[in-house]
């Protein structure tokens, strides 16, 4: 299984900071049931010991940045102990399979029903070539304005507390779309020069959407970090079933940290005479 998932996502398609690959298990042990997953945290944990999962893949890495223990008085550590104890292995597929073609932005991307769908960032090095790379641009079937756009987008993406939010001129016609699974906003000067309408992705920060936007950048969409990547999971699983024959769940535990969304509506008041 571990080789499969290389071949499909090789190791050196990654960022050089990145850590994909196998995190824990035994290459011997059989695999007869998956459990997708966007992140590794006790929530989905729970979820593979109740679907008593074999095998975890998982996009975000659980250990991403180093550590000094794994102590199980450790949130990490914790995770890796029962994983071990009930013999579960964990495999990430991470920028390797956001450059992958098909990969994590052309999930997203098929989502919003987006055609004629080509890399926002052509990968380079080990990954150059056959359409692969960071994000992807295509074309609506029919012309949205923004404003129309982003309630289409909350219709087509997993459902958050935070949602879908969008800055530029409402009215705006978008035809031409540019998404990148997970955090984007180092890829606006891209999104602009390559003449999109509308750019959507995660993780927007307030200076630079702002002189991007100041700059006449594309229309932004801001979406939830989790919405923007589970997409992939319904592919990597579809792969995975007709590639091993395993039995392969999807979850859709919102792994989200943002719960509660609230919005204070004044009162609209009839004009003094």
């Known amino acids: 299984m571990v080789s499969a998932l290389d071949r499909r996502y090789p190791r050196d398609w990654a960022e050089s900071w990145d850590r994909v690959g196998l995190v824990l ?3 011997e042990h059989p695999v007869r049931r998956i459990l997708c997953v966007v992140d590794c945290v006790p929530e989905t944990v729970d979820q593979a010991l109740a679907e008593r999962a074999d095998l975890i893949v998982a996009h975000h890495p659980l250990l991403l940045k180093p550590v000094s223990s794994i102590a199980p008085d450790t949130y990490k550590g914790r995770i890796i102990h029962r994983l071990i104890r009930q013999d579960i ?3 990430c597929a991470h920028t390797n399979a956001d450059v992958a073609s098909p990969g994590v932005s052309d ?3 098929a989502r919003l029903g987006l055609r004629d769908m080509r890399p926002l960032v052509p990968a380079t090095g080990a990954a150059a070539g056959a359409g692969r790379g960071i994000g992807r641009i295509g074309e609506l079937a029919e012309p949205m304005d923004l404003a129309e756009f982003t ?5 087509r993406l997993p459902t958050t507390a935070a949602g879908v939010r969008a800055a530029g001129d409402p009215s705006r016609v978008l035809r031409t779309i540019a998404v990148c699974g997970g955090a984007g906003d180092s890829f606006l000067t891209d ?3 390559a003449g999109v309408d509308a750019y959507l992705c995660a993780d927007l920060r307030h200076h630079p959407a702002s002189e991007h936007l100041a700059e ?3 229309a932004l969409l801001d979406v939830a970090h989790w919405a923007t990547e589970r997409p992939w999971l319904d592919d990597v699983a579809a792969w995975l079933r007709a590639d091993s024959g395993a039995e392969v769940i999807v979850s859709d535990v919102d792994t989200d940290p943002w719960t509660v969304h609230a919005r204070d509506i004044p009162e609209t008041k009839e004009p003094l005479l």
Not at 151 to 155: H, I, L, P, V
């Open 107 to 109: 999930a997203l991307a």
């Open 151 to 155: 309630g289409y987008a909350a219709t």
């Open 216 to 218: 006449d950048g594309p």
């Open 25 to 27: 298990g035994d290459f």
């Open 89 to 91: 292995a964990l495999y």
């Open 191 to 193: 999104a602009t020069r």
